[in-house]
T-cell receptor
Framework: AQSVTQPDIHITVSEGASLELRCNYS??????LFWYVQSPGQGLQLLLK??????LVQGIKGFEAEFKRSQSSFNLRKPSVHWSDAAEYFC????????????FGTGTRLQVTL | DGGITQSPKYLFRKEGQNVTLSCEQN?????MYWYRQDPGQGLRLIYY???????QKGDIAEGYSVSREKKESFPLTVTSAQKNPTAFYLC???????????????FGDGTRLSIL
């Protein structure tokens, strides 16, 4: 069965520092990959998605992610974090043949110190 | 603006009571989903529907029921059989990819259900 692993439960960075959130998936087929962000008590907002083509994808709010097939990874990055980026981040994966179902990771909570 | 509306935002359930969570979308999406979110467990799929009058169980369907009589609406009933219903419930929708995948899901703002 497909699975998604976000190994970091909680990350703290200083404002202005760079950020990388890790995501690994397990399955043999070509995945469709997503990163979502959730503020407390809110729904999830799509940051970016990877379907095919260029393995470096740009998203909203200055985020980017790189798909590395050899490592089964889709890590999220931002060169300079802002205090407003503090939230929970979820990686999700879907596969051809599973209709529109997504499998979500358990999330990484980002804290930003001033 | 198009979007997904979940109501109520907060809901309380008494022992032995069924409660229904509302989810309405005006995005003209074919597919709709219900997730349960518990701290540290991410999102777990309860039910999903790819077309009107059809729905499938997700990973944790026991104690829940749904209906899909209209394209815009996908209500979730938490029955008395669900012994641990306290959680944050999220509804989502997407365009239907047929047998493909890769359609991003759009989420409502959630309903927080608690036991009285």
């Amino acid at each position: 069965a497909q699975s998604v692993t976000q190994p970091d439960i909680h990350i703290t960075v200083s404002e202005g520092a760079s950020l990388e959130l890790r995501c690994n998936y397990s399955y043999g087929a070509t995945p469709y990959l997503f990163w979502y962000v959730q503020s407390p008590g809110q729904g999830l907002q799509l940051l970016l998605k990877y379907f095919s083509g260029d393995t470096l994808v740009q998203g909203i709010k200055g985020f980017e992610a790189e798909f590395k097939r050899s490592q089964s990874s889709f890590n999220l990055r931002k060169p300079s974090v802002h205090w407003s980026d503090a939230a929970e981040y979820f990686c999700a994966v879907g596969f051809t043949g599973t209709a529109s179902k997504l499998t979500f990771g358990t999330g990484t909570r980002l804290q930003v110190t001033l | 603006d198009g979007g997904i509306t979940q109501s109520p935002k907060y809901l309380f359930r008494k022992e032995g009571q069924n409660v229904t969570l509302s989810c309405e979308q005006n995005l003209n999406h074919d597919a709709m989903y219900w997730y349960r979110q518990d701290p540290g467990q991410g999102l777990r799929l309860i039910y999903y529907s790819q077309i009107v009058n059809d729905f499938q169980k997700g990973d944790i369907a026991e104690g829940y029921s749904v209906s899909r009589e209209k394209k815009e609406s996908f209500p979730l009933t938490v029955t008395s059989a669900q012994k641990n219903p306290t959680a944050f419930y999220l509804c989502a929708s997407s365009t239907s990819p047929g047998q493909g995948a890769g359609q991003p899901q759009h989420f409502g703002d959630g309903t927080r259900l608690s036991i009285l």
